[in-house]
Nanobody
């Protein structure tokens, strides 16, 4: 069993930065693929970024070069550094953990979810 708690969301201006954190519980945290998804009002939940236990990363195209996912297995925490934020990044951001993962971008492949943290980017 893994419990996930996100933090770090907020209201920022275009071009600003935010760092989201996701604190997980459980001794096997390092075994899980950890990902960030986001959901804007009226839209489906979409994949943002993922990181394997050994540090391999995948990003969706719209955030490449702006967002960086990282993890600290000693702290059971995964991060999402978001730079050059745009209004279209506005959404609730969710942390997810899963193992095994067939399709890293598929929400249904993940076993555990956090409660979400709101990110609002004003123009």
């Amino acid at each position: 069993q893994v419990q996930l708690v996100e933090s770090g969301g907020g209201f920022v201006q275009t071009g600003d930065s935010l760092r989201l954190s996701c604190a997980g519980s459980g001794r096997t945290f390092s075994n899980y693929v950890m990902s960030w998804f986001r959901q804007a009002p009226g839209k489906e939940r979409e994949f943002v970024a993922s990181i394997t236990g050994s540090g391999g990363t995948v990003y969706t195209g719209s955030v490449k070069g702006r967002f960086t996912i990282s993890r600290d297995n000693t702290k059971n925490t995964v991060y999402l550094q978001m730079n050059s934020l745009k209004p279209e990044d506005t959404a609730v951001y969710y942390c997810a953990a899963g193992w095994p993962i067939r399709i890293v971008t598929a929400p249904n492949d993940y076993n555990y979810w956090g409660q979400g943290t709101q990110v609002t980017v004003s123009s």
